[in-house]
């Protein structure tokens, strides 16, 4: 078959046959595990996920593999707004928002004035 028909062939394959799971572990990408566990994720595979040096990674095992997922990592001085306390604080006044629950004040001293009224 010539380079020519092949691509065309390519082209034409419907997804999830055979012959695309077969092209898929022709193109796969392999890393060597190193001695203290180490492995070089791909290039590629970092362009994609647009990992850089540095960056952290969630080991996982699903279904007897070994599944790396990109950590969104908190900074400490926001750590306290990710806690459960303060987040279900946040889903409270959300609510609230909805039921429209809230005072709008048109100005700073109306509602500085408010506080006062307390």
Do not use: C, N
Request: glycine share 6%.
């Amino acid at each position: 078959m010539s380079d020519a028909q092949h691509d065309s062939d390519a082209e034409h394959r419907v997804p999830g046959t055979r012959a695309d799971r077969r092209a898929a572990r022709a193109r796969a990408l392999t890393a060597v595990v190193r001695a203290k566990g180490g492995v070089t994720i791909p290039q590629a595979v970092r362009d994609q996920l647009r990992l850089e040096e540095g960056d952290q990674v969630i080991v996982s095992v699903r279904d007897g593999s070994i599944v790396l997922t990109p950590a969104a990592l908190v900074p400490r001085d926001q750590e306290w707004f990710h806690s459960p306390q303060w987040q279900a604080r946040e889903a409270e006044a959300d609510a609230d928002l909805v039921a429209g629950r809230y005072t709008r004040f048109d100005s700073d001293e109306e509602f500085l004035a408010s506080l006062d009224d307390a």
